[in-house]
């Protein structure tokens, strides 16, 4: 297989960031960010950018901090963005490596998603005006069987899963030869739990709390941080008083764990579908960095 791009995959808490950091140093490669709120300033901390670990690396990356939270972000336009991002790097005779774990995003990627450029602002905002149970509605009325039954359980996941829908059938550009090598990291279901309880209380500490009343402040509604969800969420109904510190953390990390459990759902739904994951722990990237290599050097030397 003649490898263009390194994919790296999993679970929110696995220690994505500094794997694709310590690659991306160590084989002449620039990341791509697939996460969905990555691309919004001023959102850092809830959002786990990590960014020290691409400036330890001295690596550059792409899609992170890109626009304004008061601005709508959508799958379209990720994939135009990948699409740029991909050929600026490669035509440095660089290495692309997505890392992420926002599933809709790297499906779009590996499974070579066709979508239709729609109209953000109209498009969006009739949906997000709509309630959970009239998004459930048009949902089904596109999509009779729904098999992943996690696109019912937020405003957020149905809209994007009726805009994936409403798109099926409608051909744009799409990136050609693409060939990914696709690592994933997992761990123990257990440890995944204690190290987001961990992660969750650092973060506390260290200005969430203080971020999402910037947002505020810089006059982002309570409604769009609701649609941001998790973080900023749970800490916006925990400032406009609807919880108290205590709810606010238990369901906050109840939220987040079972955010975990269902990015392991989609990248397992993609195994199923055909795509090749190859995972790994993310305490072993020695392990990570030789299987890569090899892969990489085999494609040069078959080339």
Do not use: C
């Amino acid at each position: 297989m003649d490898y263009n791009l390194i994919t790296i995959l999993g679970p929110t808490a696995t220690g994505k960031t500094r794997i694709a950091a310590e690659l991306a140093r160590d084989i002449n490669g620039e990341i791509i960010s697939a996460d969905s709120r990555q691309v919004y300033k001023h959102m850092d901390i809830g959002t786990g950018k990590d960014l020290i670990e691409f400036q330890k690396a001295n690596v550059s990356y792409h899609l992170i901090d890109i626009i304004d939270p008061s601005e709508e972000y959508n799958l379209f336009r990720f994939t135009k963005n990948f699409q740029i991002s991909f050929e600026e790097i490669t035509k440095k005779n660089k290495i692309p490596i997505l890392v992420g774990g926002t599933g809709l995003y790297i499906s779009a990627v590996l499974q070579s998603y066709k979508l239709p450029e729609i109209n953000d602002e109209s498009e969006l905002k009739k949906l997000s005006l709509m309630s959970n149970s009239e998004l459930k509605q048009t949902l089904l009325g596109l999509k009779p069987v729904v098999h992943n039954k996690t696109d019912l359980t937020s405003k957020d996941r149905l809209v994007r899963a009726i805009l994936v829908e409403k798109s099926r059938g409608k051909n744009i550009e799409s990136i050609a030869n693409l060939h990914s090598l696709n690592i994933g990291i997992k761990l123990d279901r257990e440890e995944i739990k204690k190290r987001i309880t961990k992660r969750l209380k650092e973060r506390l500490s260290v200005g969430m709390i203080e971020e999402v009343e910037q947002l505020l402040q810089k006059g982002i509604s309570s409604e769009k941080l609701n649609y941001f969800g998790l973080e900023y969420k749970f800490v916006s109904q925990y400032l406009d008083g609807k919880l108290n510190y205590n709810d606010m953390f238990q369901k906050l990390n109840s939220s987040i764990h079972n955010f975990a459990k269902r990015q392991m759902t989609w990248f397992r739904k993609m195994e199923r579908e055909g795509v090749k994951i190859n995972w790994f722990s993310p305490d072993n990237y020695l392990a990570i960095k030789n299987f890569v290599t090899t892969r990489l050097n085999e494609t040069e030397n078959i080339s």
